[in-house]
Structures are given as structure tokens and as C-alpha cells.
């Protein structure tokens, strides 16, 4: 359990993004904003980690509509 590979979409913390690369020390994951962040490997390993890409292909991407 835990391992995570390039592709994969993961959720650490507020941070939900796709693995781009993994290094030894780091991991690099893509925000849906194009954002890349440099994700230590000890945050993933002590923190809860979610890998939407163990449980399905398909992603959860919420989005707030506004009513008028």
C-alpha cells in the first residue's frame, strides 16, 4: 500500500494533483491550476494520502456553480 507512480491522481492534505515525477527525496505533482509543487516524501508518508487512481480511472473534480 502507499505506492504512488507518474500519472497517478493523489490527494495530500488541501492538495489534489497528478504525480509528474518522483525523485528520491520528493515527489512533483501538477494542480488542476497548472500549478507544480515539489511534495516531500515525508509530508506524503505522515500525512493522509489519497491515490484516486488505485480506486478508478475516473477523478472527482468539484466545482461551485453559482445560482442566480
Known amino acids: 500500500g502507499g505506492k504512488i507512480r507518474k500519472g497517478d491522481w493523489i490527494e495530500v492534505g488541501s492538495m ?40 478508478s480511472p475516473l477523478i472527482r473534480i468539484e466545482l461551485p456553480v453559482g445560482v442566480s
Open 16 to 55: 489534489l494533483g497528478e504525480v509528474t515525477d518522483i525523485y528520491l527525496r520528493a515527489t512533483k505533482v501538477r494542480t488542476r491550476d497548472n500549478i507544480e509543487y515539489l511534495v516531500p516524501n515525508s509530508n506524503i508518508i505522515s500525512n493522509t494520502m489519497v491515490n484516486y487512481s488505485l480506486s
